[in-house]
C-alpha cells in the first residue's frame, strides 16, 4: 500500500492561491494515478483531479476546471494541486489518492479505485 502524506493547506482569502502537495512512498507505481478528492463538514468526499503517474492523462472536476492544474515531481515522488482563484465553496479538506494498476481514465473520478489515501490538508478559503 502506498503512504501519501499532504501538505500545503492553510487560510486564504477568495481569488487568492494555494499550492498543497502529495508525497508517495512506500510500494508507489508509475504505472498508477493519483487523484485529489475535497471534503467539506456535512457533505460527501468529492473527486478533484486526478493523473496518472506517466502524465498521460488527466481529470478535473467541472467546478475546478480552468482554475486547478494537477502536476507531478516524479523524481520526487510528489503530485501537486495548483488551486487559482479560490472560492468560499473550495473550503474543504482536501485528501489525496493513489491508485493501482493504471485505470483507465474514465474510472479515475471515483473514490473506488483507489486504494490508498492521505489523511488531508485543511483549505480554508474566506470571503
Known amino acids: 500500500q502506498v503512504q501519501l502524506i499532504e501538505s500545503g493547506g492553510g487560510l486564504v482569502q477568495a481569488g487568492g492561491s494555494l499550492r498543497v502537495a502529495c508525497l508517495a512512498s512506500?510500494?508507489?507505481?508509475?504505472?498508477?494515478?493519483v487523484g485529489w478528492f475535497r471534503q467539506a463538514p456535512g457533505k460527501e468526499r468529492e473527486f478533484v483531479a486526478a493523473m496518472s503517474w506517466n502524465g498521460a492523462r488527466t481529470l478535473y472536476a467541472d467546478s475546478v476546471k480552468g482554475r486547478f492544474t494537477i502536476s507531478r515531481d516524479n523524481a520526487k515522488s510528489t503530485v501537486y494541486l495548483q488551486m487559482n482563484t479560490l472560492k468560499p465553496e473550495d473550503t474543504a479538506n482536501y485528501y489525496c489518492?493513489?491508485?493501482?494498476?493504471?485505470?483507465?481514465?474514465?474510472?479515475?473520478?471515483?473514490?473506488?479505485?483507489?486504494?490508498?489515501w492521505g489523511q488531508g490538508t485543511q483549505v480554508t478559503v474566506s470571503s
Open positions: 489518492a493513489a491508485s493501482r494498476g493504471n485505470p483507465i481514465l474514465s474510472s479515475l473520478g471515483r473514490i473506488e479505485t483507489y486504494g490508498s
Open positions: 512506500g510500494r508507489t507505481s508509475t504505472s498508477g494515478a
